[in-house]
Nanobody, 121 residues
Framework: DVQLQASGGGLVQVGGSLRLSCTAS????????IAWFRQAPGKEREGIAR????DGAASVKGRFTISSDNAKNTVYLQMNNLKPEDTAVYYC??????????????????WGRGTQVTVSS
């Protein structure tokens, strides 16, 4: 049974940081790309970043960094200098996203449950 477990969300003040984790079970990270998405209240879900098992860490949006630890079968999203507009439910999803910097939902094969991030001002 393949699963993704997202964790690490919470309530943080403006300017704070959070590190989200997405842990895979039932498969290893070399089987799929892993992407992070988010959905803010009243908005459509949007892609943030994606990573393959042989990629290094990459900075996205200037404040976020996606990385992976293959030994732990986990992908991370480090988020710094958080802003109120970052408030959303964050999801990770396994699939195939090509070379796009911003992953699209159509590339996802299966999803983990979301983790809520709330940034207070």
């Amino acid at each position: 049974d393949v699963q993704l477990q997202a964790s690490g969300g919470g309530l943080v003040q403006v300017g704070g940081s959070l590190r989200l984790s997405c842990t895979a079970s039932g498969f290893t990270l070399d089987a799929f790309d892993i992407a992070w998405f988010r959905q803010a209240p009243g908005k459509e879900r949007e892609g943030i970043a994606r990573i393959s098992s042989d990629d290094g860490a990459a900075s996205v949006k200037g404040r976020f960094t996606i990385s992976s630890d293959n030994a732990k079968n986990t992908v991370y999203l480090q988020m710094n200098n958080l802003k109120p507009e970052d408030t959303a439910v964050y999801y990770c999803a396994a699939g195939s996203y090509g070379d796009a910097d911003v992953p699209k939902e159509e590339g996802a094969d299966f999803w983990g449950r979301g983790t809520q991030v709330t940034v207070s001002s």
